[in-house]
C-alpha cells in the first residue's frame, strides 16, 4: 500500500480478498419452515402442509416458466432447531422426506436453522449484523442507541420517549411512529434481532431467516468465500443422532438446479407473516457485499433475466392456510 501527496491511498489489488462466484438458478423455491412443535406433531402434520404447499409450489414452477424459458428452479427445506433441538436428524428427517415424496415434492436442499447463525465455524447472523446500516428516518437526532447495542431495528421513527409526567399527561405531545417510505399511512415495524438471556447472544427467527433469504440469493461472502453452501448428502448415508454432526446445508438430489437463486419463492404458513415481514425490514438496510452483488446482476443480465435493484424485491411469498 502506498500514499501519495495528494491523499489518494493505493492498494495491491492482490491484498484485496478475490470474491468467489456462486451457482444461480433461477428461482430457489422453499418449500417449508418449520419447527420442532410442527415435527412433534407427528406425520399427520407433515402430510397436511405438504399437502398444502404442493398447488402453490407447482404455481410458482409454471410463473418461473412464463416467457418460453426453461427455468432453473431448486427446492429447499429450512428445519428450525436452533432454539428447541428436540428430535435428533436420524429420527426427524426420514419423515420429513417420505411425506414430502408422498405429496409429490422432492427437497433437492435441506437446512439446519442453526446454519445461519455459524456455520463451520463463521459467525454468519454476526456478519450480516455488521453490514446493517440503519435508515435514519426524517428528523432523527441520533439520540437512539443503533442497532448494535439495543438489538432492535425499525423501518421508521420510532415514537419519541416521554421526558416528564406532564408531557404524558398531554396529548398534544405525543407523535405517533412513522414509517420511512409509507404510503400515505404508516405501516410501521419494531423489529427485535437479537437478545442475551444470561449473557448468551440469541438470534430471532426473524434475523435468521434473513440471513437464510441472502444465502439463496448467493449474496453471502466471509473474507470474498460463499458461506452456507451445500455438503452432497448421498442417499445411503444415515442422518447423525446429533444436529452439529451435519452439515448446515445438504444436497439431498444430485441432479439439482443450484442452491442459490436470482429470485427467491418462499411457501410458508399464515403464521409466519410477521416474521416475514420483519425479514423485509432487515434486508431493506443490510449493505450487501458490492462485489457479491455485482456478480449476481452481470449474470442476471447475461441470461436476460435482469434482477432488481434491492433487496427484499428479489424475494416472493406464498402464505398457506393451516397451522
Known sequence: MTETGTGAVFRETTAEPRTQ?????????????????????????????????????DTARTVAAAGGRRPRVSTCFLVDEYCTPSATPAALLPVLLAEAERAGLVIDYLARESGCAVADGVPVAEGVEARLVESPPPGSDGSRPPVGQTGWLANGRRTPGTRTVAAMADAADWQPPAETTARRHSVFLDAELW??????RVWSCSFLAA??????????????????????WTADED??????????????????APFSAYRTCSVLPSRLLPVEHAVRVVLDQVDVEPHALAQVSERALGEGLPVPE???DRIS???HEGP
Do not use: C, K, T
Open 211 to 232: 440471513v437464510w433469504q441472502l444465502a439463496r440469493l448467493g449474496l453471502l461472502r466471509h473474507f470474498g468465500e460463499p458461506v452456507l453452501q451445500p455438503v452432497p
Open 317 to 319: 411469498y406464498v402464505f
Open 195 to 200: 437478545d442475551e438471556p444470561g449473557g448468551r
Open 310 to 312: 434491492e433487496i427484499p
Open 21 to 57: 462466484a456462486v451457482p444461480l438458478a433461477h428461482v430457489s423455491l422453499e418449500l417449508g419452515h418449520l419447527s420442532m412443535e410442527d415435527f412433534e406433531a407427528g406425520p399427520e402434520r407433515l402430510r397436511e402442509h405438504f399437502a398444502r404447499v404442493r398447488p402453490w409450489a
Open 239 to 256: 442422518f447423525p443422532d446429533d444436529w452439529d454432526a451435519l452439515p448446515p446445508v445438504i444436497r439431498l438430489n444430485p441432479s439439482a
